[in-house]
């Protein structure tokens, strides 16, 4: 038995695929929504949020990297609350894929119909952050099925994370109370959007290897012991 070609549990790899998904979305979405509209565009301007780039020539982008987050999360299987919360978690992000904001659409074209639609992703949107930081906050913290739980370092980044989040959703819900021409020169929402992305993509990254770590132990004395014959018998 060669310890080196040991490999870890299948279910273990997909899982870990599946938050490395996630996360590898959630680093790279802001990234790329805010550098394609200015490369499309030429102009060096930001929008009032990261939904309101439904609007532009970045709507493929946003619908589809929002969608595949979706489909990872409802996909995403590891024990019974996670799998609740995934499946939760990818409802929603496929909803605010498919529910457009009003921020950033023309005046002119908005009606009573596409309000309602856009306060169906506001809901949304702040349903998915709850439960991502939720996942930081109470489920990242957890001792992994196998009883070992998370090194002290991984626990304060985790909570760093979802206390992340958190602020984020505060400070945008804040910013809704000041003056409109404030909200469209400083961005707030997109700001704090950004952070809140930039933050749970960075914790399901990292869980994702720490996961394959749990799975994948060092060998051991009696793996080590079980070699010693084999290397005898070489020299012999």
């Known amino acids: 038995m060669n310890p080196g070609s040991h490999k870890p549990p299948q279910d273990a790899v997909t899982v870990r695929h599946l938050r490395l998904g996630v996360g590898s979305v959630g680093l790279a979405l802001p990234v790329v929504l805010v550098v394609g509209h200015m490369a499309a565009t030429r102009r060096l301007t930001l929008l009032d949020s990261l939904s309101g780039y439904y609007h532009s020539e970045m709507r493929d982008v946003f ?4 969608c595949a987050v979706g489909v990872f999360l409802i996909g995403y299987r590891y024990r019974r ?7 939760v978690a990818g409802v929603l992000a496929v909803t605010v894929a498919l529910f457009p ?3 950033g659409a023309p005046v002119t074209t908005v009606d009573q119909l596409d309000r309602t639609v856009g306060v169906v992703h506001q809901v949304a949107a702040a349903g998915l952050f709850a439960v991502l ?9 957890r001792p ?5 739980p998370p090194r002290r370092s991984a626990v304060v980044f985790y909570r760093t994370c979802g206390g992340l989040i958190v602020l984020a959703i505060v400070l945008a819900l804040a910013s809704t109370l000041l003056p409109e021409d404030v909200r469209h020169t ?3 929402v997109l700001w704090c959007e950004t952070l809140a992305v930039f933050a749970f993509g960075a914790a399901w990254v990292a869980k994702s ?3 394959l770590r749990a799975a994948d132990p060092p060998p051991g004395p009696r ?10 018998a070489n020299h012999a």
């Open 63 to 66: 619908v589809g990297s929002m």
């Open 81 to 87: 609350p996670e799998d609740v919360l995934g499946t």
């Open 186 to 188: 400083v961005k707030p």
């Open 101 to 103: 904001t009003t921020t």
């Open 144 to 148: 992994d099925t196998a009883g070992v």
């Open 209 to 211: 290897d720490a996961l």
């Open 133 to 141: 930081a939720v996942f930081c906050l109470v489920l990242f913290v």
């Open 223 to 232: 793996d080590l012991a079980l070699v010693a014959p084999t290397n005898g």
